[in-house]
């Protein structure tokens, strides 16, 4: 069975600061892996995901994630952070022929002024 | 366009009562999932709908969780003789088809506390 570790539960920054979230999942078969964010009293929004080819997936609001398979890593990176990337962000899997997502535990990202 | 909406946003019910929650998912889409989001557990799936079949059920946490779909289009998670460990809030997602590489797209949850 897939899981999906977040290292951290709660990320500090300053405004205009870079952000990296760290997402590591484990599954014997292939996977599409996905970032969700949630804003506070709303429902999941995707970032962005990754289904194949280039490792390096671009979203929305300027984030984006590196696939690394030999590291069954996904981390969510950000080179500037602005007060309205305060929110929740979670990891996803899921695997091929499965429908269902598998979640990680979310980190709070909070950015302070 | 419209996106998935579901009702109430809030319930507050007593133990042992039934509760019936209602997901509206984008039209067109024939996937629907159910999600619970809690402090403890995260966010944990519970059932998805491929039109009116539910081809998975697994997440379900009891025999008191049931879910139908009904013309493809609205569901409703009944949770029979609820108690204080159903405090969550419900999510509801649909997505255009059933596959693992579809985005889906959530509604802003329905708030369930068991007194």
């Known amino acids: 069975a897939q899981s999906v570790t977040q290292l951290d539960s709660q990320v500090p920054v300053f405004e205009e600061a870079p952000v990296e979230l760290r997402c590591n999942y484990s599954?014997?078969?292939?996977?599409?892996l996905f970032w969700y964010v949630q804003y506070p009293n709303q429902g999941l929004q995707l970032l962005l995901k990754y289904l194949s080819g280039s490792t390096l997936v671009k979203g929305i609001n300027g984030f984006e994630a590196e696939f690394n398979k030999s590291q069954t890593s996904f981390h969510l990176r950000k080179p500037s952070v602005h007060i309205s990337d305060t929110a929740e962000y979670f990891c996803a899997v899921s695997k091929g022929g499965s429908e269902k997502l598998v979640f990680g535990k979310g980190t709070k990202l909070t950015v302070n002024p | 366009g419209a996106g998935v909406s579901q009702s109430p946003s809030n319930k507050v019910t007593e133990k042992g009562k039934d509760v019936e929650l209602r997901c509206d998912p984008i039209s067109g889409h024939t996937a629907l999932y159910w999600y619970r989001q809690s402090l403890g557990q995260g966010l944990e799936f519970l059932i998805y709908f491929q039109g009116n079949s539910a081809p998975d059920k697994s997440g379900l946490p009891s025999d008191r969780f049931s879910a139908e779909r009904t013309g493809g289009s609205v569901s409703t998670l009944t949770i029979q003789r609820t108690q204080q460990e159903d405090s969550a809030v419900y999510l509801c997602?649909?997505?255009?088809?059933?596959?693992?590489?579809?985005?889906?797209?959530f509604g802003p949850g329905t708030r369930l506390t068991v007194l």
């Open positions: 997602a649909s997505s255009p088809l059933a596959s693992g590489t579809d985005t889906q797209y």
């Open positions: 599954s014997s078969v292939s996977v599409y």
